[in-house]
């Protein structure tokens, strides 16, 4: 995902401003192929 990111957005002037787990709570993270993670990116 991150090469994804340098590639296009990053090297359009993007930056990324946060990033993490959607969730806090161990339950909702329980299975690594279905954790949602977020970024936040701004220009």
Same mark, same amino acid.
């Given at each position: 995902?991150?090469?994804?990111? @340098?590639?296009?957005?990053? !090297?359009?002037?993007?930056?990324?401003? @946060? $990033?993490?787990?959607?969730? @806090? !709570?161990?339950?909702?993270?329980?299975?690594? $192929?279905?954790?949602?993670?977020?970024?936040?990116? $701004?220009?």
């Amino acid at each position: 995902m991150m090469k994804l990111f @340098d590639d296009t957005l990053l !090297a359009d002037g993007f930056r990324i401003t @946060d $990033e993490g787990f959607m969730f @806090d !709570a161990p339950e909702l993270n329980n299975r690594k $192929e279905t954790t949602q993670y977020y970024y936040i990116l $701004e220009r």
